[in-house]
């Protein structure tokens, strides 16, 4: 069977990743000599790209890169994860998006994007993207809205379906420009952002599903929720996927695996549920490794992780 085609366009960053016992008080200087610090892909876009990768989908990613020492080792390194790299862009003027990320002990941690060359691609920049013929279109927030809004109409006079990863989120984004949808799915602070609701109950992920049922023309709403799981809502009903038992090691790109994992299974099996609880579970094995992309899996891992879990499930009910 041919690989499902999914195009994405989305933001690259080089990750700069400081992990820490605790974050610094405003005017303290921490010295960590022992945990150290690296440099890794990231940048929400290619984070999702190398899971459909990894995952086994056809993935073209296209991007707009420095022209630099970090896009051309960024370009480098989604080439040998075996994406398709030929629509992605250099702008000479503008270096290549950059994060500063610091983790903590638990996992946490805290993020600050330059987000450089993402944020010169234009409308225009997305009409050769789409010769590629793809399957699904797959975007996120961290390239300009407008640029959205345009790839988002061509998907949808392409017909194909369009997956949205609503962050980052700001309330400057007019949502209704967004044409139809298959998932618009944002995460606690986003779903904030856009709602004015915190989803911290059960009630509350529901009014805010709601609310943003009523903002976008989407057929799932999906609120990722942390360690709590995600919040599925289909226009009638909702569903609550927990959280995977594992030891947290780094949440980074949690929420981008979890999207782009939940895309994947969908577009493959036709099952909303399934692709949650299956997104559970790369989100779940991603979080228990360090860094962005690095901390991808594949499907074969995610498939083996699933079948453990299935069979202590069985041992567990044996033994009642
Ligand atoms: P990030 O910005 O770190 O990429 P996010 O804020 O967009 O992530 P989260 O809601 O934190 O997204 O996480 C996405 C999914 O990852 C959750 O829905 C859940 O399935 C899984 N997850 C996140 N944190 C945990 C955790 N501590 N334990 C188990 N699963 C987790
Ligand atoms: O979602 C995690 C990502 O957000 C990081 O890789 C960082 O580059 C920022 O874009």
Known sequence: MLKKRILVISSANIDFVQRMRRVPYSGETVVEPGIGYSYVPGGKGANSAITFARLGADCVFACKLGKDSNGKRLAAMYAKEGIDTRYILEDPEVPTGLASILVEENGKNRIIVYPGANMTITPEDVEEPFICCPDALYMQLEVPFDTVVEAVRRANDAGIPVFIDAGPASVDYDLKRLGRLEVFSPNESET?????????????????????????????????????GAFLYDGREYYIVPAEEVPVVDTTAAGDVFTAALTYWYLEKGNILSAMDFAGCAAGISISRPGASPSVPTLAEVMAYAKERREKKEAEKAGE
Do not use: W
């Open 192 to 228: 904030r952002v856009y709602t004015g609701i915190a989803p911290t109950t059960e009630e509350n992920c529901l009014r805010a599903a709601i609310k943003l049922s009523s903002m976008v023309d989407a057929k799932y709403i999906v609120l990722k929720l942390g360690d709590r």
